[in-house]
């Protein structure tokens, strides 16, 4: 037995309701995200990533109300990110009940917010979540789901990242994000080889060959998806068994609890 | 009533979530002097040891729990809070634990990854009536970069292989830590939690 590979749905949330972006435009409602939520864990999901995407201005007491329902109802650990930008906001967004909360452009304007949060909270509630996007030969860090360019090397920030106390990264390909041409196997290998910490992939997945091939292919230790699990593509537990299927270890169903 | 110690660390709410879930009332504790009328006691924590134990002492739990023990009120240690019933820590030297288990707390080496993140099996090496519920290959969800070493075999009880066979349960009658999380651990950790609440109840009956 060994450590599983995880499958986790994640879900772009704007007051309460769950929207799939597609490259972060063209929003559509997808429904309610705790009902949603609750359906995935029915499934199997090993944890869950909300995403609150418009919190990064008044939406706060927001994301705090939701981490708590959330709580209320699934066993399972799950993420909080999307306009986390500063540590007692993710102390709130923990006390209530989320296990981890994920910075992103909050941490690539002032890193120091990932040393307060680890130090504050510990380095495995806090993930460093980078939107990569290929320039030339290398990986660049973006911003705002892709409008915004900063220059930085991904590889180079995930490795700050995780040197300033991140302990996982979420890794996000613009290049694929909506694109269901599956996960982007060089971009993972190349973070998840420069950084120490579990890195979960995240973009493009359309179908279970897809995780299939992520795990075979690259030592992420999770892969990401919204859409396929959102518009029934496939449901979690597809995506599961095609895992084991293929001899790659996962958290079997469970028992229920009576 | 089951005592949460509120130390300041961890991830209490959820620990009070999920003992709801089973349908047992727990209250948050943050003075000691609280610990006195429970009737179980669970002792959580996350992040790193030394910051756990240093906070754990300056509220002053350790003599309340210590009391607790001799009482035989059950106790259930999650994570940190499970590393804090050894004898201590190399993750901050010199930061004592309770030393209810002997044995230290070490960082794994030879590992892959740290930290360990995500569901992995457990392997079942010995018997607690708190784990009736569990079967061997029940995945739990690990969250942690040390783990305790059990200087005696006999409180050994589970364990998980990241990078080696690697300590998951310890315990001994009225006393049980787990490194992974219960109530992050779904219907799995669900069960735990609810047969620990159980003994609660008897507990009870019996003072």
Redesign the interface.
Known sequence: MTLARRVIPCLDVRDGKVVKSVRFVDTKDVGDAIELATRYDREGADELVFLDINASHEKRRTMVEFASAVADQLFIPFTVGGGVNSADLAGEILRVGADKVAVNSAAVRDPRIITEIAGRYGSQATVLSIDARREGDRWEVVLDGGRVPTGIDALAWARDGVARGAGEVLLNSIDRDGTKQGFDLGLTEAVASAVDVPVIASGGASSAADFVELFRKTSAGAGLAASIFHYGDATVGDVKDALAAAGIPVRPPERAFA | MIAIVDYGVG????VR??LA?VGAHAELVRDPAGLRNATAIVLPG???FG?CSREFHRFGFAPALRGARERGVPILGICVGMQLLFDGSEEDRGEPGLGFLAGKVVEMTNV??????????L?LTGAHRWLRDVRE?D?F?????YVPEPAHARDLLGT???GGTRCAIAGSDDLLGVQF?P?????????LL?AFVGATTRAAVRS
């Open positions: 991830n209490l709410a959820s979530k999920a879930a996350v992040g790193n910051h892959p990854r740290l930290p360990q993140i995500g569901w992995n099996a392997g290959g995945h969800y690990f969250v942690h970069s998980v292989e990241y999380h109530e992050k651990s779904g219907a799995n950790g669900l069960r609810s």
